[in-house]
């Protein structure tokens, strides 16, 4: 008899839950941030125990699916009763805690009721969580707990942001701390959240998916590093108790390289992606962009030359990132065009296409796996580049990187001026992109 491995998959020596998520499920809190797969750890290297905690969370989530309004705004008796393991239980970010003792008790589940009743039967993700949070403000505010606003993680980045900027911080500082609480709402799916709602178990959610996709482990800890800043300053004005949720996370700093692609790769992907895509591979791949500079880029016609503008709207990832580069000759697109992809759809997607297109691949001499993702784009670029001789300023001014020489403190690259359009322009159509 097979054994029962259904929707498991073990990585390393820890089994991973795989589940394709069905209609029923897209709207629950554990589900709105996945398109199609939800991955989670189910923290065992013990295949029995593994398919326990999948029954259980399965389980949690179909009896969820009965009420999508209460799935995101649950009652909870203090003190709880566990019925399920901690780490396998579906979560609520909205969570209520009643005491059934509480004067306005019944007050409070009639507002709960109304709002179950206003969601009609098909809601969208935005009316459910405006709904949600609305009735929860009102629930509070029975039970005499009115949320403070300086626990929300935007208010917290302007408090901390405002005392690093009076205390004379970096620029790049700053943009670090800024960046660290867009990341997590952006990966949380939230315009904002009460920082003593966080929880260590959704961070590390966050953090994998975001290893998953190829981000580097010094970007994830510069993320982490920023929201300690903003816990602890919660922590100061007594906001919060307990356990900081953005430490002991263990992401290694050590990260492998990204490869490039070969020009056949290239061309694999281009055909095979939808017309959307194939525009977005084409752009990373004659300008070596990051894929989210990529997705905030605008194009503008300068000097009758169409030119990507990265970074002009929000800081890029150093000061080298806002750069103005001219499109490649073999890209025709109107100016003010930019990309409609969100960015972790637009990772996703790119992780499955070269998946799905290009296999797993291995290094020819040392049988290694290769390093592949939107990321490999820039490494070709800069490969290309450097092969051709170009100073590594004159490659930065295109890519954003910063180069070894500039690094090192030589006096040539003050000289080397490679900011006029012509030589740019020249420097672009250096690039290969060929499909025939």
Not at 16 to 42: Q, T
Not at 217 to 230: D, F, R, V
Not at 293 to 307: F, G, I, N, S
Not at 374 to 389: A, N, P
Request: charged content about 30%; hydrophobic content about 35%; glycine content about 6%.
């Amino acid at each position: 008899m097979a054994l029962d491995k259904k929707h498991l998959r073990q990585r390393g020596n820890v089994w991973w839950l795989h589940y394709r998520i069905p209609e029923r499920h897209k709207l629950l809190p554990e589900c709105i941030k996945y398109k199609d797969i939800l991955p989670k750890s189910l923290e065992t290297d013990s295949l029995r125990e593994a398919r326990r905690r999948r029954d259980i969370f399965l389980h949690g989530l179909e009896a969820q699916a009965q009420d999508h309004y209460k799935a995101w705004l649950p009652e909870r008796e203090e003190p709880q009763a566990q019925e399920h393991s901690p780490q396998v239980a579906p979560k609520n970010p909205l969570l209520i805690p009643l005491k059934s003792s509480h004067p306005n008790i019944e007050n409070v589940r009639a507002i709960l009721m109304r709002g179950s009743a206003t969601l009609g039967d098909k809601p969208t993700i935005k009316k459910l969580k405006s709904i949600a949070e609305r009735e929860r403000e009102a629930v509070f505010a029975l039970l005499g707990a009115k949320r403070q606003a300086g626990k929300s993680v935007k208010n917290l980045t302007k408090a901390v942001v405002r005392e690093s900027e009076a205390r004379g911080l970096a620029k790049k500082t700053i943009s670090k701390l800024e960046r660290s609480s867009s990341w997590l709402l952006e990966s949380l799916m939230l315009t904002d959240i009460d920082i003593d709602q966080i929880e260590y178990e959704q961070v590390n959610d966050c953090l994998i998916a975001e290893l998953e996709a190829g981000v580097s482990g010094s970007t994830l800890n510069g993320h982490l590093w920023g929201l300690s800043k903003m816990w602890s300053r919660a922590k100061r004005a007594k906001l919060v108790s307990g356990d900081n949720p953005f430490t002991g996370h263990k992401i290694s700093k050590k990260g492998k390289s990204y490869d490039p692609f070969t020009m056949e790769e290239i061309r694999d992907l281009y055909q095979h992606a939808d017309p959307e895509f194939k525009t977005l591979i084409h752009a990373g791949a004659t300008t070596g962009a990051r894929i989210g500079e990529m997705l905030r880029a605008e194009v503008k016609v300068l000097h009758d030359q169409p030119c990507w503008l990265f970074n002009f709207k929000e800081k890029g990832k150093t000061e080298q990132s806002t750069r103005i580069v001219p499109l490649h000759e073999s890209l025709d697109l109107p100016e003010g065009f930019t990309f409609k992809i969100p960015y972790r759809t637009a990772l996703r997607t790119m992780r499955e296409h070269v998946d799905k297109v290009l296999g797993t691949r291995h290094h020819e001499l040392t049988g290694e796996p290769r390093k592949l993702s939107f990321h490999s784009f820039r490494s070709t670029i800069i490969t290309q580049l450097r092969r051709m001789r170009y100073s590594d300023k004159a490659i930065g001014s295109i890519t954003g990187h910063l180069g070894e020489d500039s690094s090192k403190g030589g006096s040539l690259p003050v000289y080397d001026h490679v900011e006029a359009l012509s030589f740019k322009k020249e420097l672009v159509d250096q690039i290969k992109w060929s499909l025939e």
